[in-house]
């Protein structure tokens, strides 16, 4: 179980915050005790659930930030640890992705995945862990995925992007930890938000099953107290993941190409 008080009263940026996993982290952190800090595109909905977590006596604010945009870690850290509010929890949720044939995909949403997938995460990372090495302690949660494990054919850019941002997560964690600095990558699968319908793959997760974002939320927590640097959160996904240790990569992209090439005259039902 997830120590209640390694969170409580810590601030915690979460990116991504207004829907799907970036939401059901920021109410588990709420349920340890943190103070958060919520951004995402969105303000209504950003505003809806800080009433809702205020409601609850959790002390939260909310910064609008699109990190497609370049200039947009740098107004975060001005709203936040620039503004005197010490951000000691750092979760990179905020992604996106896009499925179907590369060549035929919107070529804007390609370079989107790289810049708000691992450009924001990079710089968000550089603006946010120096103060925390000032202060000997922090927690960085950066959301990776299942897809990292392999290539994966009609989602070629995020799973590329994923394995960067698990990749980083890694090497982030080895330097981080003489400061007192956890550094985990959560790897999830499909998981129940609307995600799927945004990259356009909303039969996917019916087709591979999914988890819930509260338990993938759980799960990853628990796992950033402890220090782990890498969490899968569902049985499936480790035995899955397990696979490139076992069999050869043109094998395992044999059977992905298979697997997730798009139907023909699919609803998505």
């Not at 982290?25 to 340890?32: F, T, V």
């Not at 699109?66 to 947009?72: G, R």
């Not at 550094?183 to 999914?210: M, Q």
Request: a positive charge.
């Amino acid at each position: 179980m997830t120590n209640s008080k390694v969170f409580r009263g810590r601030w915690a940026l979460v990116t991504g915050a207004s829907a799907g996993i970036g939401a059901a982290l920021a109410r588990e952190l709420a349920h340890h005790g943190a103070r958060l800090i919520l951004t995402a595109r969105r303000r209504e909905r950003l505003e809806a659930q800080a009433a809702e977590l205020s409601a609850k006596g959790t002390e939260t604010r909310i910064v609008v930030a699109d990190l497609n945009d370049p200039a947009a870690p740098q107004r975060l850290y001005d709203a936040t640890e620039d503004a005197g509010l010490a951000v000691d929890i750092l979760v990179n949720n905020a992604g996106l992705g896009q499925y179907g044939a590369f060549h035929t995909n919107r070529a804007e949403q390609d370079a989107w995945q790289v810049r708000v997938n691992c450009e924001a995460v990079v710089r968000l990372s550089r603006l946010f862990v120096p103060r925390m090495i000032e202060r000997q302690l922090g927690w960085v949660l950066i959301v990776s995925s299942m897809a990292s494990f392999q290539p994966m054919p009609y989602n070629a850019t995020y799973a590329a992007t994923k394995v960067f941002d698990r990749f980083f997560s890694l090497g982030l964690a080895a330097e981080l930890e003489p400061f007192g600095i956890k550094v985990t990558a959560l790897c999830p699968g499909p998981v129940e938000t609307e995600f799927f319908t945004v990259a356009g793959s909303t039969g996917l997760s019916r087709r591979f099953g999914s988890q819930t974002a509260e338990e993938v939320a759980h799960k990853a927590l628990a796992a950033l107290a402890r220090g782990r640097r890498t969490i899968v959160p569902s049985f499936k996904g480790a035995f899955v993941s397990s696979l490139e240790h076992f069999l050869p990569t043109s094998v395992i992209l044999a059977i992905l190409e298979k697997a997730l090439r798009p139907r023909v005259n699919s609803t998505g039902r």
